[in-house]
């Protein structure tokens, strides 16, 4: 009896992996599906964050893929691995501060260890030739294949017409001739094999499953980084900066204002490891504040809550200021204008 | 059988759902554990976690603060 061929496929729960699993699936081969959780990924705890938000799907998009394709699924936290591939990628950042090319050969030489420890055959991606400027060129995907350590086991079935003949093919576990030759940044390909298969409802997000391709987060990674003078971060940083309005007045202290109850909810959690202002005289959100602020930075710091509370035209307003493990005490400030805030402030 | 109890409360979405698979790992069929979350999309991450991979969802229900969700472990 011939040996089942076993492959790990990465789902990141987008169209592209889902599609290149179930081709391979299709050929018979046992397929098992890996995910990797650096902190940055888009969905699961930003879900339930803020309203606009809320019409969205309230689902772990890599579990819901893994459910159409009835495989199982490995959820692998990488969060502390990975803080050298963004703190230090060797082949840089994109338009933001995603390091994709580095990003993607870590999670692949993930995969590969993963395999090697399990002992499956290869390694499966949902990559397109010419589709992601940094990571999926024709140029850069050997190079992924090369610096992963995976070489040959690496198969890209969407656009494996496109590459070189890799071990799975050579060894006829899968048929080239199966393989696709999809290339370029139109999904329409996609699309029409996801219709094919019958696959509806899948999620597609416009700028991509990680935060880091997105402009505003990034400015306040950077920021982060700025003010601390190296680039360290902890789970609690990058969560933090998902949410609120950043407004740094110094660099040894910011603030993060809560915009809706969706957020002061999710940033209660952070009340008792945070200092945190709370307007008591009129109802206003709920803010806290990172890094080393001494008396006179809270003060500024209340005037800058009581700006954003019902109470911004009063001539006096009343907060609470609670230090972890402290207590709180009493303040009463006069609100800050708007127009003494610089636009230098703003994150 | 044993039962066990993981407390992720206070983890976001997906850790309870690794916190759940890395400890699962470690019991035996027809063990059951009881995970106790805050994120309430955890409710539906672990639940959907315990159908892919074969277990049993004994129970999954949300209150006001809490989602509970109970599993027997199937090998």
Known sequence: MSRQIKAVSLISGGLDSLLATRVVMDQGVHVEGINFFTGFCVEGHTHAIRKKDRAKPKRNNALWVAEQLGIKLHIIDVIEDYKDVLINPKHGYGANMNPCHDCKTFMVSKALEWIERNEFDFIITGEVVGQRPMSQRKDTMPVIARESGAGERLLRPLCAQHLPETLPEQMGWVMREQLHDFHGRSRKPQMALAQQYGFEDYAQPAGGCCFLTDENYSKKLVDLWDARGNREYEMDDIMLLKVGRHIRPSRNFKLIVAREEGEVNFMQGYRNRFISIKTTSHSGPLVLVDGQPNEQDLQLAARITARYSKGKLADEVELEVCRPDQGSMQVKVKPMPAAEMPEAWYV | ?75
């Not at chain 2, 890395?22 to 639940?47: H, R």
């Open chain 2, 1 to 75: 059988m044993a039962h066990f109890e993981l407390d992720a409360t206070g983890l976001l979405c997906p850790m309870p759902v690794i916190r759940t698979q890395d400890l699962v790992e470690d019991l035996s069929c027809g063990d059951t554990l009881e995970v106790l979350c805050t994120d309430p999309g955890a409710l539906n991450d672990v639940s959907a976690w315990c159908r892919i991979n074969g277990h049993k969802l004994i129970d999954a229900k949300q209150d006001e603060d809490r989602v509970i969700i109970k599993i027997q472990v199937m090998r």
